[in-house]
């Protein structure tokens, strides 16, 4: 047993790595020392080396793994290179080299340089590092049907697929083209992100005019049409709560089976089978509908580490850990610009490390989950430090929710570059965020962030949730809570979009310094506003009464900033339900801030 071995089991407290039960929580980590980045300085030392894989080697070609050739191919909305029509699909040469690789007792699987086509997912394993040498690149097939075939939940029409989670909700669903389920000590990894890539090929046409992102539904956008089935469209398929949720009592489906038949459309359709308490193996997805998969998802793993490698054109968002413990993704770029293509969703993991990522995505860089409605089986998210990244362009840089419902708590952000390189045409929307609703609940506490640098600043522009907005609310309705602020807490995000709204969220206990925002070039202003802070409100309630404790946010400290000019300079400052946040030597358009703000 190596000196690591030895010390990693006297750290966890001799909890054995390989446990696998969904839901089983380590004891966190004490967070009373005098100085918490002592506590970050420990996870960072913990994964220095997250796996142990055997010297021996696997190669694909070996069993039986084809090169292919590259083609263009050009759409109105997208154009780009595509596998050559009759490419060797390596679906079973792969996963054939995993297999033989694992039951030897682990080691390298190399996939060598080359163009190589691949129809259905990549399921990683115990002890194995499927690894892509320079100069590799593993084209996923576009085709959705290819991701409901070789999973171990037949389902009739919707095809053999797949446990995963949904935006916070556990179903079966599409594969993920690289997917893992209760394995321990594996890998991903590649000689060098520029020339080791994994391509969903999510923009490329699947049926002549449709495309993984099709499903958006988003009208004139990557070859959707109104009317067409997307995520957004009720889906006859989807069978009234009162039929498979008989029990329901009326005031619940009489909420979650709204009059206006939001209930049809699949993006919420799965959360309110979650409220209704449908077991998820009931909660029945993939062919007929049109929740895209996530590009790597690994479930209930310990031990995992991934390096070296580039995604691009990911379905959806582009890695998530769920419920995974002791996980490190190091010297990786997410290069993907599609709809909600966050770059890194942790979701209910103990432990993770974010080291040199380069973020260039089409949604949140990084944006901490978990569980939301009743799907908290995974437990809270905790003990993550993100570090040395750059963020080149996304909707908020460090995202913690809005799927919180089982807490996150010990998050650690410190030296990062948020470039904001396409603040011309998609600018960076929220440096730091935190969100939540009525219906999301959650905790979040012990936020720390330190040494972040924006040179181009943020949106300038306000952006609210006028067509979210619930009557009555107390929030002014053009309230820039959607994008424009370098920290935003938000614990009124989208609130008309959650049909039951009895949770309130808590936000607590976070410290924010030496960020350093200047305006892009030629601009007067760094952000619309410096910092927004929103506690839950107290009339989106909706349950019965009596309605539980409503608590402000509270603990917020910010030190040794200087946010710029804001576009909104007769209100920098936006708080509601915020009680004590302090500000020592804050700069904001040439201010000097010494005090203590509450609203």
Known sequence: ?????????????????????????????????????????????????????????????????????????????????????????????FNATIAACHAAGGGRVLVPAGHWYCAGPITLRSNVDFHLNAGASILFSPNPADYAKYGLYACGP??????????????????????????????????????????????????GSRCWWTYWGRDQSYGHVKGAPSQVTANPLNRPLSDVAPGLPADQLSLLQDAAGQWKKDVFYLPALSEAGVPFDQRIFGLGHSLRPCMVEVIDCANVLLSGYQLNNTPFWQHHPVGCRDLAITNVHANSMGPNNDGFDPESCDTVLVDNVTFNTGDDCVAVKAGKDNDIGYGPARN????????????????????MAAGISDMFAQNIAMLNQNWETSPLNIALRIKANMNRGGSVQNFFVRNISLPNGVSMTPSSYDSLALPGSPIPIATSLAQGGVLTIDCDYQPAADLIRTRPPTVKNV??????????????????????????????????????????????????????????????????????MTLKNVTIGGQLYNQTLSG
């Open 384 to 403: 993550h430090v993100f570090q040395n990244c750059t963020m080149n362009s996304g909707h908020g840089g460090i995202t913690l929710g809005s799927e």
């Open 158 to 207: 919707n095809g053999n697929l797949y446990r995963s989670r949904w935006q916070g909700n556990d179903c079966l669903n599409f594969g993920a083209p690289i997917y893992a389920f209760q394995q321990t000590n594996f890998a991903l990894t590649g000689d060098d992100p520029a020339r080791c890539i994994l391509d969903g090929q999510s923009s490329t046409p699947f049926d």
């Open 511 to 580: 410290h924010i310094s030496n960020v350093t925002v200047t305006p892009p070039p030629g601009k007067p202003t760094s952000c619309y506003q410096a910092v927004i802070s929103v506690g839950p409100v107290a009339s989106d309630y909706n349950g019965t009464p009596p309605m539980p404790p409503i608590s402000p946010v509270t603990g917020v400290t910010i030190c040794d900033c200087d946010f710029g000019a804001a576009a909104n300079s007769a209100q920098p400052f936006y708080l509601y339900n915020t009680q004590g």
């Open 1 to 93: 047993m190596s000196s690591f071995e030895i010390s990693r089991r006297l750290f966890c407290g001799g909890l054995a790595a390989t446990a696998m039960t969904s839901g089983q929580v380590r004891k966190a980590w004490s967070n009373s020392v005098a100085d918490p980045w002592s506590q970050a300085q420990a996870i960072i030392d913990r994964l220095a080396h997250p796996v142990s894989i055997p010297e021996r080697s696997f190669d694909v070609t070996g069993f039986g793994a084809a090169a292919c050739r590259r083609v263009p191919f050009a759409t109105p909305y997208s154009s780009g290179m595509t596998h050559a029509p009759g490419s060797a699909d390596n679906f079973t040469a």
